[in-house]
């Protein structure tokens, strides 16, 4: 048989047999499939695996998903620890948007973007330092609304400054499974976003991959988010 051994033939129907998935993972995989599917919102693994039959492998049954919708025009992707059904990449131009339907960020806020990205946890002091120049509420503001920007806690030095950092919307939002996704100096440099007269010594930074505090932050608090305007005194949502 076009040169393969027999034995090696029984032994790749084998491996065959020993590979498929049993009734109850394709059954898995359909609970998986409808979950995601109904869902507005990525879904946490965590969440699957207290719906899907106990025992299951959760991490392998979306991977095997994945597999199966990567050619086809809706994706299945990870965002960190959650799964979404996306539109295939190369499927954009098919889209038609209302020319007022985007607001496109101003550089400032490209930039911000970037910063926080790139140097998370990051203070706003740090931001205009990086930057040389003020940052605005306003710029913050659009960030936040947009959904790509939250706070992340107190930095534990004098003042107590809040820490900014990225959210799985804008991992959504951009494409990336996970924070350390984000293009390397030779991967910007190809994109044409970096100058040919950078300093010798410049490096991208690699930001955290990690979503708990770090050793130098502490939790933000009621009373902090009653101060930062994001709460109403005794605990209501500010709208």
Known sequence: MNGVPVEDD?????????????????????????????????????????????????????????????GRGVNLIRIEDKWAFRTAADLSFVFRRDEGEAKKLSRAALEVLAIIAYHQPVTRAEIEDIRGVQTSRGTLDV?????????????????????????????????LEEIRDLPGLEELKGAGLLSGRIPPDFR????????????????????????LGLLTPGGGADE
């Open 10 to 70: 029984d032994l790749f129907a084998q491996d065959a047999v020993d590979s498929a998935p049993s009734a109850t993972e394709l059954e898995a995989e359909r609970i998986a499939e409808a979950l995601v599917f109904a869902s507005a919102e990525p879904v946490p693994e965590a969440f699957l695996v207290e719906r899907l039959p106990r025992g299951v492998d959760v991490r392998a049954i979306m991977s095997r998903l994945a597999r199966l919708y990567a």
């Open 143 to 175: 960030l936040m609304e947009a959904g790509w920007v939250r706070f992340r806690g107190r930095r534990r030095t004098p003042g107590r400054p809040v820490t900014l950092g990225t959210t799985p919307r804008f991992l959504d939002h951009f494409g």
């Open 204 to 227: 991208v930074p690699l930001p955290t991959t990690a979503d708990e505090l770090g050793e130098d932050e502490d939790p933000i608090t009621q009373l902090d988010l009653e101060e």
